[in-house]
């Protein structure tokens, strides 16, 4: 598995924001973003992932109803293949 770097703010300004982690970098999220809007945010839609939140992983059939809270921390990796 390899970390992602996150070097862009997933921010909308039209709504409220929250401050999360991703990866150690802190970001500023819509508040109630779900996991899905923030992997479409980030560009990692395509990638097989894993995610953790807060310390734990958080299986791919509940990212839709997982949404950020202030202060969330998450880790974010992708597969990477080879042999």
């Known amino acids: 598995m390899g970390s992602i770097p996150?070097?862009?703010?997933?921010?909308?300004?039209?709504?409220?924001?929250v401050q999360i982690t991703v990866n150690g970098q802190s970001q500023s999220a819509a508040a109630g973003v779900r996991l899905p809007g923030l992997i479409e945010a980030l560009k990692l839609g395509q990638r097989r992932l894993a995610v953790e939140l807060n310390g734990e992983i958080v299986p791919k059939s509940l990212w839709p109803e997982t949404a950020l809270r202030e202060g969330d921390k998450l880790e974010i990796v992708h597969a990477i293949g080879g042999g």
């Not at 862009?8 to 924001?17: E, K, T, V």
Request: aromatic share 8%; no cysteine.
């Open 6 to 17: 996150i070097t862009r703010s997933i921010f909308l300004p039209s709504a409220a924001a």
